[in-house]
């Protein structure tokens, strides 16, 4: 089963609630205070939606908020000049898993035209909002749902190509129907982008000719999707889904991992750049002892990078990682 949000330490939760006293709501916010941190958030971003004005379309452009800023990236790319979009998860040096809902998040998206989120307990927090901000006239896009994925399913579906092109087609749908005077713009970006997954399409084709079949393995199932597009045979899956939950893999799933690079049984292992603790560390470091190519993948988009970039530089990592290997 694939489970994505972790619950954490609460002590940055709860700091937030010293910004919000000059709401006057005050009271609303101590009375909770002994219920959880948890709670005392969802209610605080629920006081900050009532109590904040809704943001306005700035300039006449339709205000997208993404959780994701893969999606905001492309919704940027669709919706050209007519958008504002502001991406909430556009951080790769910190680890998504954590991520805590701010009060600014909050106004955000009760302010939004266009929600954009990943859904199957990615973001979890995202739903919380919106619920939490009714509102009759917004738009949302949950990618997975779109997809046809189901919780338990592995979260990371942006790694799928397949998966980004039908998102695309339907942000550019919701533009039109948002704004129909500039439909005409918004197909021939969706065709731009379309023809810019091109690359990567023949990128993934002709690595899979090499790479079909070649024994891999990861520290967190992040590029799991690109693994199956690429038709590699991946191991430790078990142990990929307990460190991804935050749980500890059992002591088999452990030495099985270490079996597989101290006997090579694995031509390269991927892990998390985003995330870092003893477990996962440790396996790198087994793995280059074995001189095993190790390869970082990210789960946030880097600064300064296009979706498509993005994909090919982690493609063409992987290509140089296993040059010279046949499965
Ligand atoms: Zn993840």
Known sequence: MYHHARITGSSRQCSTLGIQTRHTTLRLTTKTWQKGCMKRLLILAIVCILTSPVLAATE?????????????????????PQVEVASILNNPAMDPHLFEVSPSVARAVSGAQIVIYNGIDYDPWMPKLLAAARNTHRR????????????GDNPHIWYDTNTMIAFAKALAQTLASADPAHQADYQQRLARFERSMQPIETKISTLRGRLDGTPVTATEPVFGYMFDALG??????????AVMNGT??????????????????????????????PLTDRMRRL?????????????????????????MSELDAVNQALRGSHP
Not at 60 to 80: H, P, S, T, W
């Open 248 to 277: 500890e893999p059992g002591a088999a799933e452990v030495a099985a991992f270490e079996n597989d690079l101290k006997t090579h049984r694995v031509r390269l292992l991927v892990y998390n750049g985003q995330t870092s603790d």
């Open 287 to 311: 793995a280059m002892e074995s001189r095993i190519p190790v390869l970082a993948v990210t789960e946030t988009e880097p600064p300064g990078r296009t979706y498509q970039a993005w994909m």
């Open 140 to 151: 949302t896009i949950d990618v997975a749902g779109l997809a046809g994925k189901r919780r």
């Open 232 to 241: 590699m045979q991946v191991r430790n899956r078990s142990f990929q889904l």
């Open 60 to 80: 006449g452009r339709l205000n997208i908020v993404a959780a994701e800023n893969f999606y905001g990236d492309v919704a940027r790319q669709i919706g050209g």
